[in-house]
């Protein structure tokens, strides 16, 4: 493959000319600083700014990564919702750990989290499934997530037949989609800024009970 397809670098005048955004670790609550950025990302990007990175890693120690949207935040963590059939959820069944990053091109941001992975409540997972447009929770119950299948028009005929099925009625959530919440002992904010000597502030904690400890680190 050509390297061509790679942008040039920026020339020696515009290398470091992007705006200085200064000091902006202005919170000292890690998920109060996250949801900063977030709303603030929700400004300027052209779509889904809660869309983050998930790794996990298989059972023989192979990382693995997707995009999946964030659902929820709080001081417990971040829920997102998924087939727990699929490679990710094999993959957290395997080891109930992971990473994600958030990186928001417009305000040149990136955030990351390292910590366990646990399934949300049953009920939990119901009452967001609720809310999921019908199309969407069809969707959800006929795809068998990441395996084999045998055309899309498989998939679209049990979506109708689904249809039919949950006529005038409720399309029930089904046991194997669900939710998870990753609870970080690590969360990383970085900003960019000129010549590529970025704020990097970092909060760890031993255990998701202990209080947060922070330091920066070199870009
Ligand atoms: C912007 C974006 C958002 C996505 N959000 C989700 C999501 O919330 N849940 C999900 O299961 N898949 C989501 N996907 C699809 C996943 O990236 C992935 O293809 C799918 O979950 C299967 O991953 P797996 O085979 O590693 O389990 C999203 C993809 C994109 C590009």
Known sequence: MSDDLIPPSPSAEAYGAEEDQGEVFTIHDPFALFAEWLAKAGETEPNDPNTMALATADKHNLPNVRMVLL??????GLTFYTNVESAKGEEIAANPQAAACFHWKTIR??????????????????????TRARNAQLGARASA?????????????????????YDG?????????????????????????????????????ETPEADWQSERVYP
């Open 169 to 205: 009625a409720d399309v029930p959530r089904p046991d194997h989609w669900s939710g998870y919440r990753l609870t970080p002992i690590e969360i990383e904010f970085w900003v960019n800024r000129p010549f590529r000597l970025h704020d990097r502030l970092v909060y760890w904690r």
């Open 109 to 130: 941001r990136q955030v990351r989290f390292r910590g366990r992975v646990e399934r949300v409540s049953d009920e939990e997972a119901d009452a967001y499934f609720a």
């Open 71 to 76: 659902k929820e935040v709080d001081a417990c």
């Open 145 to 165: 997530q990441s395996r084999p299948m045998e055309s899309r028009e498989a998939l679209e005929r049990e979506i109708e037949r689904l249809d039919r099925a």
